[in-house]
Nanobody, 118 residues
Framework: VQLVESGGGLVQAGGSLRLSCAAS???????????MGWYRQAPGKQRELVAA???????NYADSVKGRFTISRDNAKNTVYLQMNSLKPEDTAVYYC??????????WGQGTQVTVSS
């Protein structure tokens, strides 16, 4: 399974960005994607969960992004999105997409840089 992220970039504090992550691969013809999520890793810090969403649409957010970020997905397109509003400099990190595929395991994207200037 390949996960391709897009939508990162440089934005001023208070601005918005929308990340997208599309999953593809022949195995997806036979197995479904369960949870999808976004993680981030800032320099010198551990990777942390930002938001996750189940195939049924249940969501989970890190406390630091609640009320500012929204995760959604399009199951027909095997795509997950992260709408990020009211961005803060502390949101600066490399954002990684994650997908858990039934009977196969979990997969990671290559990461996309998000930089928020003050």
């Amino acid at each position: 399974v390949q996960l391709v992220e897009s939508g990162g970039g440089l934005v001023q504090a208070g601005g918005s960005l929308r990340l997208s992550c599309a999953a593809s691969g022949s195995i997806l013809r036979f197995f479904s994607i369960n949870d999808m999520g976004w993680y981030r890793q800032a320099p010198g810090k551990q990777r942390e969960l930002v938001a996750a969403i189940t195939s049924g649409g249940s969501t989970n957010y890190a406390d630091s992004v609640k009320g500012r970020f929204t995760i959604s997905r399009d199951n027909a397109k095997n795509t997950v999105y992260l709408q990020m509003n009211s961005l803060k400099p502390e949101d600066t990190a490399v954002y990684y997409c994650n997908a858990v595929v039934t009977a196969s395991g979990d997969y990671w994207g290559q990461g996309t840089q998000v930089t928020v200037s003050s």
